[in-house]
Nanobody, 121 residues
Framework: QVQLVESGGGLVQPGGSLRLSCAAS????????MGWYRQAPGKERELVAR???????NYADSVKGRFTISRDNAKNTVYLQMNSLKPEDTAVYYC???????????????WGQGTQVTVSS
C-alpha cells in the first residue's frame, strides 16, 4: 500500500497563496499519475490538477492560470502552488496517486487524508 501524506493547508485571505505538498511512502512501487482533488461542503469531489510521470499536466478550468502542479519523481512528491486564491477555492484538498507494484500490470489509486484550505477575510 502506498501512503500519501499531505501538508500545507490553512487559512488565507482572498488573493493570497498557499503551497500544498504530498509525499508518497512505501516500497516496491512505481507511480504514474499524481494529482489533487478537492471537496467543498455539500459538493462532490472534483479534480483540481494532475500530472503524469513525464510532466504532462491538466487543470480544472476554474484554476487555470492560478494554480500550478509539479512533482519530484525522485522524492515521489507532488506539489500544488495556489495563487490568487478565492473564497470558492475553500475545500478539503486530497492528494491522489495511481501506482503499480513492481512485477504487476495492475494500477491502483491511493488517497491522502486531506488537508483543509480556507480562503476568507
Amino acid at each position: 500500500q502506498v501512503q500519501l501524506v499531505e501538508s500545507g493547508g490553512g487559512l488565507v485571505q482572498p488573493g493570497g497563496s498557499l503551497r500544498l505538498s504530498c509525499a508518497a511512502s512505501g516500497s516496491g512501487f512505481s507511480i504514474s499519475t499524481m494529482g489533487w482533488y478537492r471537496q467543498a461542503p455539500g459538493k462532490e469531489r472534483e479534480l483540481v490538477a494532475r500530472i503524469t510521470r513525464d510532466g504532462t499536466t491538466n487543470y480544472a478550468d476554474s484554476v487555470k492560470g492560478r494554480f500550478t502542479i509539479s512533482r519530484d519523481n525522485a522524492k515521489n512528491t507532488v506539489y500544488l502552488q495556489m495563487n490568487s486564491l478565492k473564497p470558492e477555492d475553500t475545500a478539503v484538498y486530497y492528494c491522489n496517486a495511481v501506482y503499480r507494484r513492481y512485477f504487476s500490470t495492475t494500477y491502483n489509486p491511493s488517497w491522502g487524508q486531506g488537508t483543509q484550505v480556507t480562503v476568507s477575510s
